[in-house]
């Protein structure tokens, strides 16, 4: 069991940078993956980013070159650095934790809201 806490989002102008933070309630270090999904107003929740305990990291095509997914063991954090930002990232964004690999279980946060303004 893990509780997530998203912080970071607001209000940021196209072409400009935020940096979300996703706390964990434990260790992440055994956690098979990591990730960031998004919900644009009357859209259906996306992936954005992942990253495994290995590093390995996965982005949707439409944030490719423009956020980075890290993670930080010792502060059991993980982060979603965004550049660029665009008008069509405006979402609520929410972090992931599956624990397992091959399992289809996993723990949500409560999100946070980036609004990229034109």
């Known amino acids: 069991q893990v509780q997530l806490v998203e912080s970071g989002g607001g209000l940021v102008q196209a072409g400009g940078s935020l940096r979300l933070s996703c706390a964990a309630s434990?260790?992440?270090?055994?956690?098979?993956?990591m990730g960031w999904y998004r919900q644009p107003p009357g859209k259906q929740r996306e992936l954005v980013a992942t990253?495994?305990?290995?590093?390995?990291?996965n982005y949707a095509d439409s944030v490719k070159g423009r956020f980075t997914i890290s993670r930080d063991n010792a502060k059991n954090t993980v982060y979603l650095q965004m550049n660029s930002l665009k008008p069509e990232d405006t979402a609520v964004y929410y972090c992931?934790?599956?624990?397992?690999?091959?399992?289809?279980?996993?723990?949500w946060g409560q999100g946070t809201q980036v609004t990229v303004s034109s």
């Open positions: 992931n934790a599956k624990p397992v690999y091959g399992s289809n279980w996993s723990y």
């Open positions: 434990r260790s992440i270090f055994s956690i098979n993956a």
């Open positions: 990253i495994t305990s290995g590093g390995a990291t």
